[in-house]
């Protein structure tokens, strides 16, 4: 017999540690944690090793008493991930076509990385942008309307960049065609996470990480948009909260989630002008497009699309 999704609150290892005066976890509620973390990922669909390891994460943390937020072990953040799409699987077929739309995602991916200085880049994950913020108790709405802002700035640095491309670059590639089709979507929550450090590297690691990445798999009727979990978007300021609109959803091994999501284009307004088409701009594009290519078709590095498809077999 299939297995059905169940409907569960989300909880975090964070509620329970408020009633400890210190906020350090004694080591009986590091067990009752664990064990409902691993309750949970028994009996919904939870059952990768990457996801099963994160209780080891958290547990390991909470015990060594690492909840300070000034040590960032253990903390409260909003989560963000810019992804960019548009590209069809078509581009696979085609060695130039994948090195140049390669460039194309990683430029338009910079632009928006640039444009938001106050998020911090955790990692490039193929065709989209993982960054956060810390935020303390009681700082999360102040924390979450200056990422509101910074993600409408994402978004016009995306559509500069875009117009940039399009009016330059004259290459007949699929690559360079298609970017003026592509899009950017937006997904935030506001959660508990532990930092994993492994050798030189950090990531973060918790339930509320696969939600923020469950979150891109959605059913928003818009191509463009900021998809905002419950509660993050309590905390929008009103202006821009009445344009949200309810939408709940079934993630997979989460159940269903209230999330809200409001059109990009309503809040960012007009896009920006195409910029002037000059003979040294024209040369700038079209030569640098064909350089940076080169180590991809010349096969020293490989293109790092995300799971839709176009990753080269």
Known sequence: MGRHPVERPIWSARSLCRSDPVGRPTTSLVIVIVRRLCESVRRETLASPEE??????????????QWDHAGMSVGRALLVIADIGGYTPFMR?????????????????EAMIDAAPQLTLLEVEG??????????????????????DQMVAMHRAFHACQQHIDALNTCRCEGCRQAGRLRV?????LGDVAVQRVKRSSKLAGLDVILVHRMLKNSVPIPEYLLMSG?????????????????????????????????????AGDAPPKPEVTALGWVRENFGVVLRSLPYLLGLKRPRFAARGLTPA
Do not use: N
Request: hydrophobic share 50%.
């Open 52 to 65: 099963v390891a994160m209780t080891d994460v958290i547990a390991l943390s909470l015990h060594r008493g």
């Open 185 to 189: 979507k937006f997904v935030a929550h």
């Open 127 to 148: 065709d989209a942008a993982f960054l956060y913020a810390w935020t303390a108790e009681g700082e999360e709405p102040s924390t979450i309307r200056v990422a509101i």
């Open 93 to 109: 077929l085609h060695r130039t076509s994948l090195a140049h739309a390669q460039d194309v995602v990683a430029r338009l991916l």
């Open 231 to 267: 509660d993050v978007f309590r905390s929008v300021g009103d202006p821009i909260r009445s344009r949200g609109r309810a939408l709940e959803q079934e993630f997979e091994g989460l159940g269903i989630v209230p999330t809200y999501f409001m059109d990009l284009a309503e809040i």
